[in-house]
C-alpha cells in the first residue's frame, strides 16, 4: 500500500521558518522523482519545488526561489521543505507528490493529504 504522509505544517509569523517533512513508503522511492505543491484557499495546485531521485538536481517556482530549499534522505525515505523568510502569501495546503515531473507542473502518481501552512501575524 502507498502512503505519502506530509509533516510539519503550522502557523508562523511572516520571516518565520517552517520545515515540512514528507515520509513515503510502499513504492521506490529512491528512483522516484519528488515534487512539492502548494494550494492556497479558493485556488488550484501550484508547483513550488521539485527534486531528482537521487537528489542531484532540484528546481524552484520563482515565488520561492532563494527562500524554500528540499531535501531528500533516500535512506529514509523522506522528502523536506525548509521554508524561511516566510510571506503571508505562503499560506496554503502544503502537498508532497511522486512521479509525474518533478521538474514542473503538478502532475502526479502519488501525493499525500498535505499539510497546512498559515503565515499571519
Known amino acids: 500500500e502507498v502512503q505519502v504522509v506530509e509533516s510539519g505544517g503550522g502557523s508562523v509569523q511572516p520571516g518565520g521558518s517552517l520545515r515540512l517533512s514528507c515520509a513515503a513508503s510502499?513504492?521506490?522511492?529512491?528512483?522516484?522523482?519528488m515534487k512539492w505543491v502548494r494550494q492556497a484557499p479558493g485556488k488550484g495546485l501550484e508547483y513550488i519545488s521539485g527534486?531528482?531521485?537521487?537528489?542531484?538536481?532540484?528546481n524552484y517556482a520563482d515565488s520561492v526561489k532563494g527562500r524554500f530549499t528540499i531535501s531528500r534522505d533516500n535512506a529514509k525515505n523522506t522528502l523536506y521543505l525548509q521554508m524561511n523568510s516566510l510571506k503571508p502569501e505562503d499560506t496554503a495546503m502544503y502537498i508532497c507528490a511522486a512521479g509525474g515531473n518533478w521538474y514542473r507542473g503538478v502532475e502526479y502518481g502519488y501525493r499525500g493529504q498535505g499539510t497546512q501552512v498559515t503565515v499571519s501575524s
Open positions: 527534486i531528482s531521485s537521487g537528489g542531484g538536481s532540484t
Open positions: 510502499g513504492f521506490a522511492f529512491s528512483v522516484t522523482g
